[in-house]
């Protein structure tokens, strides 16, 4: 059997045998549904119930008569009124959860003040305002001697849609589309990190265990590095596959707990996915379903998955090849984990900085810092894919080859001169290396 | 034929030269011992050896051939920072090693299986290093390391850490794999530690090689000519015998008996000394002080750099 076949099955199987893989492969999935099922049933059942008190200061008749009774109760909300005013420590001990003054210079000010114990959600938040612009609305309609329907005639409601004049048949969701992108990013960057220093690790592991002169006298140190870093990389696509599967099942057994059955995603872009276009756009003419309509649409249709899981395990393995090799040279350069540190700021330098121009290639995804640092090997993975995520035409498209060419040859170099740094720094103990040292290893004869 | 031969090689770090124009030749089926200081270069040629590192200028050739990455198989290396995956498995830890070796694992377990009950070590198969003592890990070590039936055993500072009665195993197992076949190159800067089972010396001190060849010639050339006497007797005779053909290193007495250290002079043998000195005393015994490799490589560094023998036995 082939010796390196060897080594990458070792360091797979101890990997994946052990306790701290298995719980976090079963622990990943039901933290990732566990927070975004709470966070949905928190949003869904923000069951506090808002008594707020609305206190009239003004004693103006024109304040007066606008507002009172005249702000809608809903099942959560009711507003009660007074003209008395109430110091804040009797609002304390009241059972009024917000307060609302309003002052004479309400009308002119346009400024209105919520008190409050507890901070109140967007919704409440949004909800009294909207009350009030109504009201306001109201009056000023009645002042200016028009009718409602007048005013909703002459009030203008526009939507703005956005079009790609490269593919003129369709909306723009360039930002919502490189959200997505920025989410495999996110887990591109991630991915890296966690098991980058896997690799570094293993390789203080061995040279700590003092087994790594044994193994090298019959496998070549380049060998042993690239078995390391190939099995982990195995164990990582393994991790990420389970996930991806176990996520699924979780959500599938946890969304009808959740939501009610008209309200279910999933169910919903099933059956749009099998209906006629014709079907489809009458069931998205339907108020209310619009939104999600709008979501799975976006989920299903605007993305070219194909094309960004693709690239989603090519930029994966090419960044994770990149610096996996250069944790290795790290990990051989050091005698303990704690000695890693001067070392490890190049490789996590450019790594956090390609992870904030994701950022803000998220905002302006064809700007020039996204450009430059989709092409630049070393931020690549993590900006591409926001980049990739929106797609290529055929006069961009060499931007996205170029990319995937200097990753290639990154990675091939990071890996040769990680290799020469580690063939000599596994047989180094108990010397603390200095930068120059590296240096001077780079020329050693092998 | 040897079995492995370097011829000058050369050696340079950055700041300094490992190996400086060294030369050895292990003949086959002898247990060659490669004796030095620490610091001495010893490690160095045998990270050559074993294809860890290249050197910078020479020639190295294994069992009539330029040494090449295939013959590593051949090679059975337990060097001197040596140790094992505390989290793996006795027996999955020996056969991974193995398989790297190049057997097969039919193969590679049927001969563990027949080590581990030599050893009377059966019942760790399945344990984890990590719940190993020292002495148990050593002896797992030894084992995959002659496991393959390499035809060159490189053992770096074998019996460092070892203990004795694991020393002496190894001692008796390496004598064992010679009888079968097998040549043996032992490291060590302890040099009385293994003279008792060398056939062949190489001394190395600072990147140059001192002095080499079989055990008994490198004994020969540094023979003193030095006997130990105990006698009963008359001292003033006994001096006074020697005169000019003997010298009287020393001599004390114990409970009667007087212990002299004489070195024969001017081609005079043991027989004249004892003709000599019988009419004087009563003999009890006679032995030569044949020098220690301790000795033995002092004096070599001493002829051949006479001017720095101050720091001569270490670096």
């Known amino acids: 059997m082939n010796k390196i076949a060897l080594i990458i099955r070792r360091e797979y199987a101890s990997r994946v045998k052990k306790k701290s893989f298995i719980i976090m492969t079963i622990l990943g999935p039901i933290l990732i549904t566990g927070l975004i099922g709470l966070a949905i049933w928190m949003g869904l059942s923000d069951s506090t119930k808002h008594k707020i008190l609305v206190v009239d200061e003004t004693g103006t008749e024109e304040v007066m008569g606008l507002f009172t009774n005249e702000l809608e109760n809903t099942s959560r909300i009711s507003f009660e009124y007074t003209n008395k005013d109430i110091t804040n420590e009797g609002f304390e001990e009241s059972s009024y959860t917000l307060l609302l003054r309003l002052n004479e210079k309400v009308l002119t000010n346009k400024a209105y003040s919520l008190f409050f114990k507890k901070t109140p959600s967007i919704n409440v938040q949004g909800y009294v305002k909207s009350q009030l612009e109504k009201i306001i609305e109201r009056k000023n309609i009645d002042d200016a001697g028009m009718t409602p329907d007048d005013y909703y005639k002459i009030k203008p409601h526009i939507t703005l849609d956005l079009y790609d004049i490269q593919d003129t048949s369709q909306k723009s969701h360039n930002q919502e589309i490189a959200a997505i992108g920025f989410g495999f990013a996110i887990l591109i960057y991630m991915f890296i990190f966690l098991y980058g220093v896997q690799v570094m690790r293993g390789v203080i592991e061995e040279k700590t265990n003092r087994i790594v002169e044994v193994i090298i006298s019959s496998v070549k140190p380049f060998q042993l590095m690239m078995g390391k870093i190939v099995g982990i990389a195995l164990v990582g696509l393994t991790q990420f596959a389970l996930w991806i599967i176990l996520t699924m099942a979780l959500t599938a057994v946890i969304q009808p707990l959740l939501l009610p059955d008209n309200l279910d995603p999933v169910a919903l872009i099933e059956t749009n996915a099998q209906l006629a276009p014709d079907v489809l756009a009458e069931i998205q003419a339907e108020k209310g379903q619009e939104e999600l309509n709008y979501f799975s649409e976006l989920i299903l249709h605007r993305v070219n998955w194909g094309l960004l899981i693709g690239m989603f395990l090519f930029y994966f393995l090419g960044g994770y090849l990149l610096y996996a090799s250069l944790f290795a040279a790290v990990g051989a350069a050091v005698d303990s984990e704690a000695d890693t540190q001067q070392f490890m700021l190049p490789i996590t330098i450019p790594l956090v900085f390609g992870f904030l121009v994701a950022q803000f290639a998220l905002q302006n995804p064809e700007g020039p810092s996204a450009f430059w640092f989709s092409i630049i090997p070393f931020t690549s993975p993590v900006v591409m894919m926001v980049r990739v995520a929106m797609g290529f035409d055929s006069d961009t498209v060499w931007q996205l080859f170029l990319s995937m060419g200097l990753l290639i040859a990154g990675f091939l170099f990071t890996t040769w001169l990680a290799g020469k740094i580690y063939r000599t720094g596994i047989l180094m103990y108990g010397k603390k290396v200095t930068y120059k040292e590296l240096w001077k290893w780079l020329f050693y004869k092998g | ?315």
Not at chain 2, 27 to 43: E, H, I, M
Not at chain 2, 270 to 276: I, S
Request: glycine fraction near 6%; charge should be negative; include cysteine.
């Open chain 2, 1 to 315: 034929m040897s079995i492995f031969s370097a011829e000058n090689i050369v050696k340079r770090y950055a700041a300094h030269t490992a190996l400086d124009q060294v030369s050895v030749e292990v003949p086959r089926q002898s247990v060659f011992g490669l004796l030095g200081p620490n610091g001495a270069g010893k490690t160095s040629l045998i990270r050559i050896l074993n294809q860890i590192t290249a050197p910078d200028e020479g020639i190295i050739t294994f069992d009539g051939e330029p040494l090449q990455p295939h013959h590593v198989e051949q090679i059975g290396y337990l060097p001197e920072e040596r140790g094992l995956y505390k989290k793996m498995k006795v027996g999955e830890q020996a056969m991974y090693l193995a398989q790297l070796k190049g057997m097969n694992k039919r193969e590679a377990k049927k001969e563990l299986k027949a080590w581990f009950e030599k050893f009377e070590i059966d019942a760790w198969w399945g344990k984890k290093v990590e719940e190993l003592s020292k002495g148990m890990a050593q002896k797992i070590q030894f084992i995959t390391t002659v496991l393959h039936r390499p035809k060159l055993l490189i053992l770096d500072e074998p019996f460092s850490g070892f203990d004795p009665i694991n020393t002496n195993l190894v001692k008796s197992e390496i004598l064992k794999l010679r009888d079968e076949g097998a040549t043996i190159l032992l490291s060590t800067h302890n040099m009385g530690s293994v003279e008792e089972i060398c056939d062949h010396i190489a001394l190395i001190n600072k990147s140059k090689k001192v002095l080499d060849g079989p055990m008994n010639a490198v004994k020969e050339k540094y023979r003193s000519y030095t006997y130990e006497l105990k006698f009963k007797g008359n001292v003033i005779g006994f001096t006074n015998a020697l005169w000019t053909g003997f010298e009287l290193l020393e001599s004390s007495e114990n409970e009667g008996t007087n212990t002299a250290k004489v070195r024969l002079l001017h081609n005079n043998t043991l027989n004249n000394l004892l003709e000599t000195v019988l009419p004087h005393v009563a003999i009890e015994s006679v032995h030569e002080i044949i020098p220690s490799m301790n000795d033995i490589f002092i004096s070599a560094v001493n002829e051949q750099n006479p001017t720095d023998e101050q720091d001569s036995t270490d670096h």
